[in-house]
């Protein structure tokens, strides 16, 4: 185990003592924030858009980065004359959305306003909904970054589709549009500060439209190549929880760095320590509209790790039939003895210990010693049982992710399969160390001899049963879930959704 993640040791899933640091943090820090301020959004929101993530695989990573590369060096000037259907297209989208904008945001904010209230307020309203417009048009056209001439066309074209927001509005758009771009196009060969912070709320639309380009892009590759990122779901989820950590620099796209350095956060941490005013400028404001994102992503799914830690168990017996010699003994060694399925061993020794002190809980007899055990214990170990007891019950709600009663057998069907997934991960502990023993017999009189076949086929109908116990377990835990913190209301199982209400409804 590492201390420091490093870009080799993140593509080898090795662990570092900062990233499950990081992992426990997170969960407790959304954990904080639900029992603070009494609210489950930010819980339910993390889990839904989780598997975005999970779901990357090398190919849809590749294909990510090519039409980002393509997009950020197309060098297209944008005219009515040579480009009319991308210029008169921006003008539309960027005026439809910044008129959509002005209108909501008027209705919000300018109803009842009098006098220089009511100038400030249309004033910085028609900026806002201008910058919507930008943003927008950002992210459906050509880059603005490389061509200085392209650039300028972009920033003209909206400005002028921004009639909409009000007289004012367009002076402020065509200025700030056009100086903006001019800045962004050449920052590189040193932009003045003063013009840079002339078109800054455009500039940040226009960073943050780039953005959004970048985050359309990284969920098509990724629904692009659905087989494979479900294969590496594991890999995936694994590298997120124990390998990758804060020294792992975030990317705009995955992969990005290795084709266009400057794009990169160390790129702009150089321009910071070394550039111009002009290029701290532009470094400072687009690191946390590009990067900050991807790093706030990546703890939000390490929080998850509170519902998705199962997912270690998958893996192992996904393989087609007719395994060669190489094939079994690679199946065999990896069952037997490897880190991933030591991280598998640990959860389902998690588990078990979680069944025996829950369930001892729940006997009366017991419940009196450990009372009496408890007031003896060290103020030190006092609080720390104060805190476990805290969020215990914060998570009270859910309890039957967590909570197992085998007295009453008040056992929810996904808490079965979690149950028996750690009874199989027990099993092939066992069973794997028996077929190890067994091959290596056999080797002695044939150096060349593979496991049994017999045995390689219970090792495999183990690890696929296993394999469907999460598959079942997941799907339940996150419907119970989703009902325990009122994110679906019980009243709308109706339909094809009956089923899950009548699955979860009891244990509400």
């Given amino acids: 185990m590492r201390l420091l993640s490093t870009p080799e040791s993140v593509a080898d899933n090795q662990p570092t003592v900062l990233a499950i640091v990081e992992t426990v943090l997170a969960v407790a820090i959304y954990w904080g924030v639900a029992w603070a301020f009494d609210t489950h959004w930010h819980l339910l929101v993390s889990i839904s858009v989780a598997p975005l993530l999970l779901l990357r695989s090398k190919e849809s990573t590749a294909l990510g980065v090519r039409w980002f590369v393509a997009y950020w060096k197309e060098e297209t000037e944008i005219t009515r004359e040579d480009t009319p259907g991308r210029f008169w297209g921006l003008v539309l989208l960027a005026g439809g959305i910044s008129g959509v904008c002005f209108y909501g945001l008027a209705d919000t904010l300018l109803v009842g306003q009098v006098g220089w209230a009511l100038f400030f307020r249309a004033f910085g309203v028609g900026v806002l909904a201008s910058m919507m417009g930008v943003m927008a048009a950002a992210a459906v056209a050509v880059a603005v970054a490389v061509p200085a001439a392209g650039a300028l066309a972009l920033a003209a074209a909206l400005a002028g589709a921004l009639a909409g927001a009000g007289a004012l509005a367009v002076a402020v758009a065509v200025v700030g549009a056009v100086v903006g771009a001019g800045a962004v196009a050449v920052a590189g060969a040193g932009a003045g500060a003063g013009a840079v912070l002339l078109g800054l709320p455009f500039w940040v639309s226009l960073a943050a439209g780039i953005w959004l380009r970048s985050l359309g892009m990284r969920i098509l590759a990724t629904l692009f190549h659905p087989v494979r990122g479900i294969k590496e779901l594991p890999a995936n989820w694994r590298r997120m929880l124990l390998a990758m950590d804060s020294a792992h620099a975030p990317e705009l796209v995955p992969g990005l760095s290795a084709k266009i350095e400057g794009l990169s956060l160390p790129?702009?941490?150089?321009?910071?320590?070394?550039?111009?005013?002009?290029?701290?400028?532009?470094?400072?404001?687009?690191?946390?509209?590009?990067?900050?994102?991807g790093l706030l992503y990546r703890w939000s799914l390490k929080s998850t790790c509170w519902l998705y830690l199962p997912l270690i168990y998958l893996g192992g017996g996904l393989r087609r039939r007719g395994l060669t010699p190489e094939g079994k003994g690679l199946l065999v060694m990896g069952l037997h003895k490897s880190h991933v399925e030591g991280l598998r061993r640990a959860l389902a020794m998690g588990v078990a210990v979680s069944l025996v002190i829950t369930t001892a809980v729940h006997y009366s007899p017991l419940q009196a010693a450990i009372e009496q055990s408890l007031a003896q214990f060290p103020a030190a170990l006092k609080f720390l049982l104060w805190l476990v007891g805290l969020l215990t019950e914060s998570?009270?709600?859910?309890?039957?992710?967590?909570?197992?009663?085998?007295?009453?057998?008040?056992?929810?069907?996904?808490?079965?399969?979690?149950?028996?997934g750690a009874a199989l991960t027990f099993i092939l502990y066992f069973y794997s160390d028996r077929v190890h023993r067994a091959w290596e017999l056999a080797q002695k009189p044939d150096a060349t001899?593979?496991?049994?076949?017999?045995?390689?086929?219970?090792l495999l109908m183990l690890t696929r049963l296993r394999n469907l116990c999460v598959s079942l377990y997941l799907p339940l835990a996150f419907g119970y879930v989703a009902l325990a913190l009122e994110g679906i209301d019980p009243a709308a199982l109706t339909g094809w959704l009956a089923p899950l209400g009548v699955l979860v409804g009891p244990y509400l």
């Fill in 267 to 293: 790129g702009f941490v150089e321009d910071i320590r070394a550039g111009d005013w002009g290029e701290r400028l532009v470094a400072i404001l687009l690191i946390p509209i590009w990067f900050l994102p």
């Fill in 449 to 458: 001899a593979a496991p049994s076949d017999v045995h390689v086929g219970r």
């Fill in 395 to 420: 998570a009270s709600n859910l309890a039957y992710l967590w909570r197992f009663n085998l007295i009453g057998l008040d056992i929810a069907p996904w808490q079965w399969l979690n149950l028996l």
